[in-house]
């Protein structure tokens, strides 16, 4: 594969993208409201995919772009004691679903990425947290995929792998951008 290929590869996905702005619009606006009230994100993926639920959560707890307080969210692939133990004892398929049953609330958003759709701990994450009454979100590659099928609302992208992942990212910080321009005003600046 040369540049250009992967380039234009990349150009699709971020097409696909574009085009479920509206999307990640109203995910930051629902995501401000529940967090501003008291719930929290719950964010996992695998691989390039838990990287990316760890900036997430990062950027919420941290900040985005504005100065703003800290909000509550938790990467649960970045748990490692949790995910060994829970691995270990109930099989990898639950190393997620177990801590969004521990900790989700029917306030809360949980998010899971995967480029493929068909991870099935993350599958099994998407059925704790509707179990749990939390607003199940997912970012996943093309669609149909079992875990589209499995949460509240998908933004499935065109393309291979490396390019839903790449893309993946450029709609975490666009989701960032839309969590914090749905913020009340008294909740941008910390004083």
């Not at 970012?139 to 995929?145: E, H, L, R, V």
């Amino acid at each position: 594969m040369t540049v250009e290929t992967h380039l234009n590869g990349l150009a699709q996905s971020l097409a696909g993208l574009r085009a479920q702005a509206p999307r990640l619009t109203r995910w930051g606006g629902v995501l401000a409201r529940r967090l501003t009230d008291g719930g929290r994100l719950l964010a996992a993926g695998n691989g390039g995919s838990a990287a990316e639920a760890q900036h997430l959560t990062a950027e919420l707890v941290g900040r985005f772009r504005d100065d703003r307080r800290p909000f509550s969210a938790i990467a649960l692939c970045a748990e490692s004691s949790s995910v060994t133990a829970i691995g270990n004892d109930y099989g990898y398929d639950q190393v997620f679903a177990r801590q969004v049953t521990a900790h989700a609330r029917p306030q809360d958003v949980v998010l899971l990425l995967s480029t493929s759709g068909r991870s099935p701990n993350l599958i099994e994450a998407a059925k704790a947290g509707r179990v749990a009454g939390a607003h199940v979100w997912a970012m996943t590659g093309p669609a149909p995929n079992p875990l589209a099928e499995a949460v509240d609302e998908v933004l499935a992208l065109p393309g291979d792998p490396a390019n839903v992942q790449e893309a993946q990212l450029v709609a975490v910080h666009a989701l960032c951008a839309a969590f914090e321009a749905a913020l009340p005003a008294s909740e941008r600046r910390v004083s």
